[in-house]
């Protein structure tokens, strides 16, 4: 299966971004969700229990993206709050709070059972954000999608909330191109567990 080369930085976002759906296509097709669902449930959980949040932003994870959902049902077991964000027209984010979700690994937006929704001030009810993206280097540089949601959202969250980057563990890279409006973020998440970054929310990686 084809993998990211990180030692050959991407010259703009444009040829990051081709680069890390092509290979996340390849993953999704490789039979590899149920392993990294159970890796992200596992080590998700111990983070959240290890900062003693009450409430998380999450998300619905595409078929390509890591997997969400078992890790979605763990936090609500445990009585953790999930919030998860409702894309609006001009790109802004709203949560709703997740009442259930579904068995499986992959569940849709529209499968998941939502109360109220939230304004965008709502994020500053989490005491975690856990947000998607394609890659984030070393020094906490976060690419995504393109669309600004998460650069957008992040400013509302409460003072000194971390920020964690959900990732299969090889978009964990050395460099991704970035701009000075880019938000960055305290550590990455993967099936293999947490990274911080220096300076950051749990120390270094």
């Known amino acids: 299966m084809a993998r990211l080369t990180p030692a050959a930085p991407w010259p703009d976002k444009k040829s990051a971004r081709k680069a890390v759906r092509a290979a996340r296509?390849?993953?999704s097709g490789s039979g590899e969700r149920p392993t990294a669902a159970a890796g992200l449930a596992h080590h998700g959980l111990a983070l959240a229990e290890t900062?003693?949040?009450?409430?998380?932003?999450l998300y619905a994870a595409w078929p390509t993206e890591p997997p969400t959902a078992p890790?979605?049902?763990?936090?609500?077991?445990?009585?953790?709050?999930?919030?998860?964000?409702?894309?609006?027209?001009d790109l802004s984010l709203h949560w709703a709070p997740v009442e259930h979700?579904?068995?499986?690994?992959l569940v849709d937006l529209e499968e998941l059972a939502?109360?109220?929704?939230?304004?965008?001030?709502?994020?500053?009810?989490?005491g975690l954000v856990l947000t998607p993206g394609l890659a984030v280097d070393r020094t906490g540089h976060r690419l995504?999608?393109?669309?600004?949601c998460y650069d957008r959202t992040l400013p509302h969250r409460s003072p000194g909330t971390p920020v964690v980057t959900m990732?299969?563990?090889h978009e964990l890279v050395e460099e991704v191109p970035h701009e000075a409006h880019d938000q960055p973020v305290d550590g990455v998440l993967t099936a293999d567990g947490v990274r911080w970054f220096d300076g950051r929310a749990g120390g270094s990686p």
């Open 114 to 126: 939502l109360g109220a929704e939230l304004p965008p001030e709502g994020v500053a009810e989490a």
């Open 167 to 169: 990732l299969h563990p």
């Open 51 to 57: 900062l003693g949040v009450r409430t998380v932003t």
């Open 71 to 89: 890790l979605t049902r763990a936090l609500l077991d445990a009585g953790v709050r999930v919030l998860v964000p409702l894309t609006q027209p």
């Open 101 to 105: 979700c579904p068995e499986g690994d």
């Open 25 to 27: 296509e390849e993953w």
């Open 144 to 148: 995504g999608q393109g669309g600004g």
